[in-house]
């Protein structure tokens, strides 16, 4: 089992950055796929980025292609969500789920979730 903590949301104006990370418990982290979902107030949870295990690809949502880097550091059990460029329509709460092995864009294959950073872009 994994425990996530995910942090570096707040309050940014259009076009600026933010940072966002995410912690894992465990000695594992490397054999976990992680992944960014995001949902805004009234909408589905939708898929942002995601890692595979393994040093395995990472992929993007069309909407955040260019603009979103996301990276992992399993020397320290952790993924970051690097966002240029917001927009008003990022702001959403962010989640990071992970789950064993391989991934994908489907959030219900993710077994273990953290609670959400919220993410607010101001126009």
């Known amino acids: 089992q994994v425990q996530l903590v995910e942090s570096g949301g707040g309050l940014v104006q259009a076009g600026g950055s933010l940072k966002l990370s995410c912690a894992a418990s465990?000695?594992?982290?490397?054999?976990?796929?992680m992944a960014w979902f995001r949902q805004a107030p009234g909408k589905d949870r939708e898929f942002v980025a995601a890692v595979n295990w393994n040093n395995g690809p990472t992929y993007y949502a069309d909407s955040v292609k260019g603009r979103f880097t996301l990276s992992r550091d399993n020397a320290k059990n952790t993924v970051y969500l690097q966002m240029n460029s917001l927009k008003p329509e990022d702001t959403a709460v962010y989640y990071c789920p992970a789950r064993p092995r391989g991934g994908g864009m489907n959030l219900g294959v993710y077994a273990y979730w953290g609670q959400g950073t919220q993410v607010t872009v101001s126009s």
């Open positions: 465990g000695r594992t982290f490397s054999m976990y796929t």
